[in-house]
T-cell receptor, first 111, second 115 residues
Framework: LAKTTQPISMDSYEGQEVNITCSHN???????ITWYQQFPSQGPRFIIQ???TKVTNEVASLFIPADRKSSTLSLPRVSLSDTAVYYCLVEKSGAGNMLTFGGGTRLMVKP | GAVVSQHPSWVICKSGTSVKIECRSLDFQATTMFWYRQFPKQSLMLMATSNEGSKATYEQGVEKDKFLINHASLTLSTLTVTSAHPEDSSFYICSVLAHMNTEAFFGQGTRLTVV
């Protein structure tokens, strides 16, 4: 049973806001939601993490509804350099836990 | 955040030879490191969990005798692909999980091509 479900791909244009939604129906009480970004031939990079409601940092916002069965990564005013694969992960907090990656969403930003 | 460095960034080797990939945690003492493999256009697949001072834990389907992992210090884990074959060609990535946090830090990856 997949832990997370995301769209396989999305297209956008420069300057637009991009919202990528992830479904995680079986999320547990002590699970956190984390998003990573991966460029070709590079390791993933942490974007944002949240538990509930809304989290915002200098890169993105993360919206989590009350039931926590889904989450939405929001990238404001994307640029060409935001073209990448975005992974949504649901994992327990605490040290020593490996991360399980789903398929990810391949975002293509066009000029 | 933690800085994780992998070496080499890419390597080409002949079939039947062995290749060692290093993963260093430059500013963080990591008792646990993780090794992933990623084939083109696919997601990261966890291969093994590397534990400092003890044996690695391998995921189902990953041959421990083929993918040798050594985690001799808190800052270095190595993955050796023994008797490499073309099907082992892949992108290998290590990661460190920050203590008491689920934020992981990844190396830049090593692209292995076996010819």
């Amino acid at each position: 049973l997949a832990k997370t479900t995301q769209p396989i791909s999305m297209d956008s244009y420069e300057g637009q806001e991009v919202n990528i939604t992830c479904s995680h129906n079986n999320i547990a009480t002590n699970d956190y939601i984390t998003w990573y970004q991966q460029f070709p031939s590079q390791g993933p990079r942490f974007i944002i993490q949240g538990y509930k409601t809304k989290v915002t940092n200098e890169v993105a916002s993360l919206f989590i509804p009350a039931d926590r069965k889904s989450s939405t990564l929001s990238l404001p005013r994307v640029s060409l350099s935001d073209t990448a694969v975005y992974y949504c992960l649901v994992e327990k907090s605490g040290a020593g836990n490996m991360l399980t990656f789903g398929g990810g969403t391949r975002l293509m930003v066009k000029p | 955040g933690a800085v994780v460095s992998q070496h080499p960034s890419w390597v080409i080797c002949k079939s039947g030879t062995s290749v060692k990939i290093e993963c260093r945690s430059l500013d963080f003492q990591a008792t646990t490191m993780f090794w992933y493999r990623q084939f083109p256009k696919q997601s990261l697949m966890l291969m093994a969990t590397s534990n400092e001072g003890s044996k690695a834990t391998y995921e189902q389907g990953v041959e421990k005798d083929k993918f040798l992992i050594n985690h001799a210090s808190l800052t270095l884990s190595t993955l050796t692909v023994t008797s490499a074959h073309p099907e082992d060609s892949s992108f290998y990535i290590c990661s460190v999980l920050a203590h008491m946090n689920t934020e992981a830090f990844f190396g830049q990856g090593t692209r292995l091509t076996v010819v």
